[in-house]
């Protein structure tokens, strides 16, 4: 699979089916070198593509796997974060991991509070940084775990739904799905630009 395949939705589902599809979502909410990949496009082309034969898995039964595979992934995080702090501050920079990745996450946590576990699942890189961001911070796990899971269901259910239930409307939309992930890649990367320039104007303060 090339490197185009592994960012493209449709193809991951088809090369992989359900088990890549749980894996990747586990590797975008929480282990860092997996910010790469497409959570929110891949949920939503899941939702398209469920009870397909590209996915024939029922779509009650598939938000339920991509939840725990969300939760399970942030859980991750939190503990590379948690043991692994001193390691990640002294790292140097690479592809998989920047330090103002996590400076853009400790911005966005800092306006949000806990509501960042919720509201940081529909941008790419904090969804991925700010489990590892709470590991770093020591947030309690417990309190943690509820926002985590509340964050991993609404993100899921409105993905998912979102394409299931648009798939089922108009048949002929998997026709445009490139398009439609363009779209989205768009629309999820306006609010990631603002936090980054934001976090970027506090730092020179």
């Known amino acids: 699979m090339s490197l185009s395949e592994l960012v493209n939705p449709e193809a991951l589902i088809q090369y992989g089916g359900l088990v890549l599809l ?9 282990v860092f070198f997996g910010f790469f990949l497409p959570g929110d496009s891949l949920l939503f082309a899941a939702g398209l593509l469920s009870e397909s ?12 796997l991509l939840i725990a595979a969300a939760v399970s992934g942030t859980c991750v995080g939190y503990a590379v974060g948690r043991w692994a702090k001193s390691y990640l501050e002294h790292r140097a920079d690479n592809f998989f991991y920047r330090k103002k990745y996590i400076e853009m996450t400790e911005s966005f946590y800092q306006r949000h509070g ?6 940081g699942r529909f ?14 911070t020591h947030i309690n796990f ?17 993905m998912v739904m979102a394409g299931h239930l648009l798939g089922n409307a ?23 630009v603002v936090s980054f320039f934001r976090s970027k104007k506090n730092n020179a303060n």
């Open 142 to 158: 417990k309190k943690f775990l509820i926002f985590n899971i509340i964050g991993a269901a609404v993100w899921v259910v409105v």
């Open 123 to 136: 941008l790419p890189i904090v969804r991925t940084f700010v489990p590892i961001l709470a590991g770093m």
């Open 114 to 119: 806990m509501m960042a576990f919720v509201l």
């Open 22 to 30: 749980l894996l990747i979502i586990f590797a975008e909410t929480g």
């Open 53 to 64: 034969p590209y996915l024939d898995t029922p779509v009650t039964m598939l938000i339920i």
């Open 170 to 192: 108009f048949p002929n939309l998997i026709e445009y799905l490139e398009y439609i992930v363009f779209g989205m890649i768009l629309l999820t990367a306006i609010p990631l």
